[in-house]
T-cell receptor, first 116, second 109 residues
Framework: DTAVSQTPKYLVTQMGNDKSIKCEQN?????MYWYKQDSKKFLKIMFS???????INETVPNRFSPKSPDKAHLNLHINSLELGDSAVYFC???????????????FGAGSRLTVL | GQNIDQPTEMTATEGAIVQINCTYQ??????LFWYQQHAGEAPTFLSY????GLEEKGRFSSFLSRSKGYSYLLLKELQMKDSASYLC??????????FGRGTSLIVHP
């Protein structure tokens, strides 16, 4: 009964390929996210999505696209993979507190992508 | 946008107390968060401050001064298992959490 699950955990692929990472949450949260953590451990927001609004970090290349079939899923599709895409990708979800405005994230276990 | 600054690495002795500082600049403010991340694992939520002052949760406490754009995480009675990266995070008006580069804490015997 994992709260936020993402697959695959490891992904090794060649430059130029297209790949997807799937994410599902069973917490009933209304917002999901994708973060990229590079080799220096810097956790950087890529996308934020709820059923009303997609917010894209403008520095993310348009080769990356989020796809949300429903509120519980936010998949990440990457076209034409490059060496620099190698990183750990974390999915997360949250529900913003209406009283305090607190937005606590629950993370998936991460997907380590290696581009050769 | 947001700018979050924290030390890259700290070392401490088992049983001691360590304070990890974080300074931030945000457009709007909806809270200051601390997460713990062990090597090879996902970040997990530790604490949250939205008002000035100290929040205590067992061995961990977090402090916030909004006027100074400053927070710290205080870890008491350090244990070897506390060796991890500690991430300072804040969300501005968009409510989207952004993170500092993390402080790698090494606890030695």
């Amino acid at each position: 009964d994992t709260a936020v699950s993402q697959t695959p955990k490891y992904l090794v692929t060649q430059m130029g390929n297209d790949k997807s990472i799937k994410c599902e949450q069973n917490l009933g949260h209304d917002t999901m996210y994708w973060y990229k953590q590079d080799s220096k451990k810097f956790l950087k927001i890529m996308f934020s999505y709820n059923n009303k609004e997609l917010i894209i970090n403008e520095t993310v290349p348009n080769r990356f696209s989020p796809k949300s079939p429903d509120k519980a899923h936010l998949n990440l599709h990457i076209n034409s993979l490059e060496l620099g895409d190698s990183a750990v990708y974390f999915c997360a979800s949250s529900r913003i507190s209406l009283t305090s405005g607190a937005n606590v994230l629950t993370f998936g276990a991460g997907s380590r992508l290696t581009v050769l | 946008g947001q700018n979050i600054d924290q030390p890259t690495e700290m070392t401490a002795t088992e049983g001691a107390i360590v304070q990890i500082n974080c300074t931030y600049q945000t457009s709007g403010f909806n809270g200051l968060f601390w997460y713990q991340q062990h090597a090879g694992e996902a970040p997990t939520f530790l604490s949250y401050n939205v008002l000035d002052g100290l929040e205590e949760k067992g061995r961990f406490s977090s402090f916030l001064s909004r006027s100074k754009g400053y927070s710290y995480l205080l870890l008491k009675e350090l244990q070897m298992k506390d060796s991890a990266s500690y991430l300072c995070s804040t969300s501005g008006g968009s409510y989207i959490p952004t993170f500092g580069r993390g402080t790698s804490l090494i606890v030695h015997p």
